[in-house]
Each structure stands twice: as structure tokens, then as C-alpha cells.
């Protein structure tokens, strides 16, 4: 039903602030037009606060207009990311490039020129590591996408691209031989439960330590927009 989608966009940009995206609580028209002017664009968050917002205070419903526009919206701004990404361009292959030596270029900047070790950075990369995930990459995305995103191709005379391809090949093996391992073997499904259980628990743990605090901040700034919104009334 519609009600559910909205409840599921919502849970997951609840989720979203658990994992610490920031989400706009109040209305900032000056923030919101300077924002627009140099984007062109509103902004992503389908539940999030917008200039026209009308604010039910029955719920605490942030769509805007209709009810059914926080889905539209939504379904809009993932349709719009799956074209840009099955389309790739050239700043598409720039971000692809950066992501994937982000390491290597974090190590490199302290000593070089930020300038002159952004266009080596553009160009051929032949460190292991950056192999390593371009390679993985491909393999996950296909050749046709990680052509257009002009990723490194496995082959030739390099040792380093050789050793790199054979890792991820010797990954995906794992992977494969780990999940056949848990749906077939109840001891080792026992195991992978009882460790996942344990991390999970380490997580949450330190996490727990600023869920307080995220809540306090978040509640002082429901009270705000609730104030404005009876203001505005």
C-alpha cells in the first residue's frame, strides 16, 4: 500500500541517521535557495524538510503536497541514479579513479604537489592495491561498465597485474566455498553465527556510546521545527 512504501522510505532514512548522514530537521530558506541556485537541483532526501513542506502535526508527516510525493520523489531520484550509473562520463571515470586509489592517494599527498599528484593520479596506476580493486571491480560490474569507466584490464607481461587478478580469483573462491560452507554445514553455520553475533555485539556496543547523544540533538531539533511550524499557524 502507499502507506507501507512511505514507511519504508522512512525506515530507511531513519537507518540512514543511525549510520550518520545528516538529514536537514528545519526549515532554512536561505540555506535551501543558495542550495538550489548552485545545483539546479532540490534536494535528495525524499521525506526531508523543503521550502513548500506542510508540516501535519497529527503525524509529523514531512511530504510535501500529496501524499503519495515523498514515493514519487523517491522512486524518481533512484531511477536518475541508476541512468547516471549505467551511463557513465568522464567525471564518472575521474570519481571511479579516485575511489579506487583513495589509499594510495591519501600516503601521496603529504609529500607531493596536490596539483601534479592529481593528474598522476588520473592517469595509469600500476600499484597492486589500485590493481587489486579495479580488477575486483570488473568483476563484479561487468567488462561493458568497467570499460566505459576506463578501469585497468587484466593481461599482458605485468607480474603486479598478474598477482592481482589471481587474488581476486582466489576471493571470489572464498566467498563462494563461505556461503556454500553456511547453507550446507550446520556446525559451520553455527560458528559463522556465533562470531557474526559477537562482532555484531562489539558494534553496537560502541555505537551505543553516541545514540544518546544523536537522540537528544535530534529531539531538540523535532521541538524547533515544531515551534515553528505553530509560529507559522
Known amino acids: 500500500s502507499l502507506q507501507e512504501q512511505r514507511d519504508y522510505i522512512a525506515l530507511w532514512r531513519y537507518i540512514g541517521f543511525l549510520l550518520g548522514i545528516e538529514t536537514k530537521e528545519e526549515l532554512d530558506e536561505t540555506q535551501f535557495t543558495l542550495d538550489l541556485r548552485s545545483s539546479g537541483l532540490p534536494p535528495l532526501d525524499p521525506c526531508g524538510v523543503r521550502i513548500d513542506v506542510n508540516v501535519d502535526e497529527a503525524d509529523g508527516s514531512n511530504c510535501i503536497g500529496n501524499d503519495d510525493d515523498c514515493v514519487v520523489h523517491a522512486r524518481a531520484t533512484l531511477e536518475s541514479m541508476i541512468i547516471h550509473l549505467m551511463q557513465p562520463d568522464e567525471s564518472s571515470v575521474k570519481i571511479a579513479k579516485h575511489l579506487l586509489g583513495i589509499n594510495r592517494y591519501q600516503k601521496t599527498s603529504a609529500s607531493r604537489n596536490r596539483q601534479s599528484t592529481s593528474s598522476q593520479q588520473v592517469g595509469d596506476d600500476e600499484s597492486f592495491a589500485y590493481l587489486y580493486k579495479s580488477f575486483m571491480c570488473r568483476r563484479h560490474i561487468g567488462d561493458p561498465l568497467a570499460d566505459a569507466l576506463d578501469l585497468p584490464k587484466p593481461g599482458g607481461f605485468s ?75
Open 159 to 233: 607480474v603486479t597485474r598478474f598477482c592481482a587478478y589471481s587474488l581476486t580469483t582466489v576471493m571470489l573462491i572464498f566467498l563462494r566455498v563461505y556461503t556454500l560452507l553456511t547453507m550446507k554445514s550446520n556446525i559451520f553455520r553455527r560458528f559463522v553465527y556465533s562470531q557474526h553475533l559477537r562482532m555484531m555485539g562489539a558494534f553496537l556496543g560502541a555505537w551505543g556510546k553516541m545514540h544518546d547523544e544523536r537522540m537528544h540533538k535530534a529531539a531538540m531539533m523535532a521541538v524547533r521545527m515544531k515551534d515553528i511550524g505553530k509560529q507559522k499557524n
